[in-house]
């Protein structure tokens, strides 16, 4: 079983900057890409950010520029640094990993966090 936490969510006023965190634990053979999606309240769930295990990134278009997705392989961790923030940032942040089970090595699964709220004030 794998479980990933995040962290670093908040209340910022528009121009500020927050932080996300999520890491991914349990029976892990390899982390392969991980990502963030963000979901407002009665829209669809959106990819806002994904970086592989080679470090390659994309971005949605509202975000580039303004956001940073990173990574720690050692750590299995991922990161969202917001800067710039707006209003219509505000969501439930949501990390996602493809990962590799030590049973079963040829299997990628798909793992979802709990979400984190973001708000942005105007």
């Known amino acids: 079983q794998v479980h990933l936490v995040e962290s670093g969510g908040g209340l910022v006023q528009a121009g500020g900057s927050l932080r996300l965190s999520c890491a991914a634990s349990g029976s892990i053979f390899r982390v392969n890409a991980m990502a963030w999606y963000r979901q407002a309240p009665g829209k669809q769930r959106d990819l806002v950010a994904v970086?592989?295990?080679?470090?390659?990134?994309n971005y949605r278009d509202s975000v580039k520029g303004r956001f940073t997705i990173s990574r720690d392989n050692a750590k299995n961790t991922v990161y969202l640094q917001m800067n710039s923030l707006k209003p219509e940032d505000t969501a439930v942040y949501y990390c996602?990993?493809?990962?590799?089970?030590?049973?079963?090595?040829?299997?990628?699964?798909?793992?979802w966090g709990q979400g984190t709220q973001v708000t942005v004030s105007s």
């Open positions: 970086i592989t295990n080679g470090g390659g990134t």
């Open positions: 996602n990993a493809k990962v590799v089970g030590v049973t079963f090595k040829t299997i990628e699964y798909d793992y």
